[in-house]
């Protein structure tokens, strides 16, 4: 097993017109599990080609277990990988393909079948060994990919989407799958995708970039709880982190004739604009009475939307729409008007500028 460290990445494309990974710096440490997520085109990919050697930066070095390996070519780094696009030879029984990288590796044939059936076994497909891929649903097929990834028994394990291909349930499924299989591995692992439950649910620490860089990385409950940039609670979470303009003023959060009370943390924001943020699972209703003292502001229920486990409501106010997430047993509907508590514990603050979180 190897840590990976990445420094100064810069990438450009010859037809790019930007970079495509902008001085990114990254420690993977041996045994973690990191996820790379965001947006389509943020860099993702690129940054792990360059980590397997599939794409050469501009600047910066990759080193893998200590040895710097920047110039070396993808066979000479120790690495196994997984790509969107698998490739699954349809030639191949389930058993060679599995076996395929060990081939490549001239590993011996009773080392060789041991590896194969142990990574059968990992990943559930002992039943399937002498089927060929065309006799296999589309996440056994995907399940042969990790496999065979995983049978090589590489320093660092490179994923690049690897469920996408597969339908919501599956993905669930095997997501779970993954994690456990990962876990007993212990394998040093980089994974990219494009879905943050994914990143979530994966990572010991997720890595949320955006335009090449990383904005933010942490425990996946870390980033999530405390954004470090307005970008970063919009990207994480379904539904996102709700934004809304309010200016501070004497220990309150003033929208309008509604406020709500601020953290001391604000007062040099004192008669200034911030940009607050709140969870929707943060956000607690209860009916507007006569009462005078009732805490929080009023709002109007948009929509009310059932998803099962819970009701997820658009509500507007005066700072705007919010998205609030109650409990299944609650009962209310468009047009109802409702108070909302707005917790101080739960806000997190943001310049309205750039984005970032207040000190
Ligand atoms: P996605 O989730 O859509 O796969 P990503 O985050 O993995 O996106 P990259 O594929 O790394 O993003 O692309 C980063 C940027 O580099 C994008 O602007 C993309 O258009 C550009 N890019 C990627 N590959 C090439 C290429 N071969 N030639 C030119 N530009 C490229």
């Given amino acids: 097993m190897a840590a990976v460290t990445v420094t100064n990445l810069v990438k450009t494309y010859p037809s790019g017109n930007r970079r495509a990974t902008d001085d990114i710096s990254l420690d993977v440490a041996d045994g973690e599990f990191v996820v790379l997520v965001g947006p389509s085109g943020c860099g993702k990919t690129t940054l792990l080609r360059m980590v397997a050697g599939l794409e050469t930066p501009d600047s910066g070095t990759v080193s893998i277990g200590g040895r710097d390996v920047t110039r070396l070519p993808a066979r000479e780094r120790g690495l196994s990988m997984v790509f969107q696009s698998y490739a699954i030879f349809p030639h191949l029984k389930v058993r060679q393909n599995i076996g395929f990288g060990l081939t490549m590796q001239k590993v011996g044939k009773a080392e060789w079948n041991t590896r194969v059936e142990r990574a059968a076994e990992l990943l559930d497909l002992t039943d399937y060994l002498d089927r060929h891929p065309a006799q296999l649903s589309g996440g056994q097929r995907q399940r042969v990919a990790v496999a065979r990834a995983i049978a090589v028994d590489a320093d660092v394990l490179l994923m690049d989407e690897p469920l996408s291909n597969l339908d919501a349930l599956l993905r669930l ?187």
Avoid: C
């Fill in 173 to 359: 499924q095997f997501r779970a799958e993954l994690k456990k299989i990962v876990a007993r591995l212990g394998t040093t692992t980089l994974y990219v995708t494009h879905d943050q439950a994914e990143a979530m649910s994966l990572g010991d620490r997720v890595a949320v970039m955006r335009d090449g860089r990383i904005a933010q990385i942490g425990a996946p409950m870390d980033v999530y709880d405390h954004p470090g940039e307005r970008f970063v609670g919009g990207f994480l979470g379904a539904p996102p982190m709700n934004f809304f303009t309010a200016t501070v003023h004497h220990g309150n959060l003033v929208v309008d004739d509604q406020s709500v009370p601020a953290p001391a943390s604000l007062a040099a924001w004192n008669d200034k604009k911030v940009l607050a943020g709140i969870r929707a699972e943060n956000i607690t209703i209860t009916p507007i009475t006569q009462d005078r003292a009732q805490e929080g502001v009023e709002a109007e229920v948009e929509v009310a939307e059932p998803t099962g486990s819970a009701i997820l409501l658009t509500v507007r106010w005066a700072g705007g729409e919010l998205k609030v997430q109650t409990g299944p047993g609650v009962r209310v509907a468009p047009g109802d008007r409702l108070r909302l508590d707005l917790p101080a514990a739960a806000l997190r603050f943001y310049d309205p500028e750039t984005g970032l979180a207040l000190a």
